[in-house]
């Protein structure tokens, strides 16, 4: 088969091997080693790091929950977790336990019900609850286990697919011989995660995407502080869902960006008292400004106070 782009015909396996490429190219750099491309920032994680202490530090460490959503699909928020849990055991304090939807095993597997675990679960730990709205390129599926043992349905992604964690070919291999998985395996480089494609806005309306963005819609319902860190809300469902956080009273929005001006924030949603200034910087820097505040003589105190 053959497609017609201008007045040249090209192959359709050329065109998916193109596609592949790019969406492997897109992959690469959302990797933790991509730094060794950029310019800019110091290619570490710690300031992420620093932020989530800095938070977790607010107030009183029992039953605090932090949530955070992300259409990033990098791995930079699990890895400064990964940071913090490196810490000597003597300093842990506060101490920090990630909920992101996959449940602890050999084979981490997607659950939303992880997401429901009672905070009293975690003692005197700071919980952060993690959504990918877009998924995350160490996401990938495995097909259901049929009666026979041969899996059911085709290797193709679908609603029926099992979310699991990459892991090593070999590992999946011997847990498929061993009869934990089903023999219908996709091939390993596949992921469960939203590209900048034309299927981009069709794919958010496909498991587990819709169930993830419905808990940040039903999140938004709930709180009255949210605080959007680095993004120009280029999606228009999460603009809409923003846009209805802000129309109710006693809601406050900041935005963390140092390209974002104030105007493009009343063209999306529109005066508003709860759209605060925008606070025009980085976010390694804001994240300075935040652990001198954090550090102000009376922080704590005021903080509790708020809650």
């Known amino acids: 088969m053959t497609t017609a782009v201008g007045k040249s015909e090209i192959p359709s396996t050329a065109i998916r091997q193109a596609s592949e490429e790019l969406i492997g190219f897109m992959s690469e750099m959302c990797d933790l080693s991509s730094c060794k491309y950029a310019k800019h920032g110091t290619g570490k994680v710690d300031y992420l790091a620093d932020f989530f202490l800095a ?3 607010f107030g009183k460490p029992a039953n605090k929950l932090i949530r955070v959503f992300s259409t990033n699909i990098d791995l930079c928020v699990e890895a400064a977790l990964v940071r913090l849990s490196q810490r000597p055991r003597a300093d842990r304090r506060p ?3 990630l909920v992101d939807g996959f449940e602890s095993a050999i084979l981490p597997t997607f659950n939303m019900g992880c997401y429901r675990r009672e905070m009293a679960s975690f003692g005197e730990r700071c919980a952060i609850y993690y959504w990918k709205l877009h998924g995350s390129i160490d996401w990938t599926y495995s097909q259901a286990i049929g009666a026979d043992g041969s899996g059911e ?3 193709a992604y679908s ?3 099992i979310i699991v964690r990459r892991v090593d070919r070999g590992l999946s291999d011997n847990l498929a011989n061993s ?3 089903s023999a219908k395996q996709p091939n390993g480089n596949k992921r469960i995660v939203i590209f900048p494609t034309p299927a981009k806005y069709s794919q958010t309306y496909t498991f587990p995407y819709m169930d993830l963005f419905e808990a ?7 709180i009255e502080l949210l605080i959007c860190i680095g993004t120009s809300f280029p999606d228009q469902h999460i603009r809409s869902a923003i846009r209805s956080f802000v129309e109710r009273d006693n809601t406050l929005l900041f935005v963390v960006d140092p390209q974002v001006k104030s105007d493009n924030l009343k063209s999306l949603f529109g005066v508003s008292r709860s759209v605060q200034p925008v606070i025009s910087m980085g976010f390694s820097q804001f994240v300075q400004e935040f652990k001198a505040l954090d550090a102000m003589p009376g922080a704590t105190e005021t903080a509790e106070g708020a809650q």
């Open 153 to 155: 349905g085709e290797v």
């Open 159 to 161: 609603d029926q697919s």
């Open 95 to 97: 101490d920090v336990v």
């Open 216 to 222: 940040f819609r039903r999140t938004l319902e709930e």
């Open 179 to 181: 009869g934990a998985l």
């Open 55 to 57: 938070m977790a530090s």
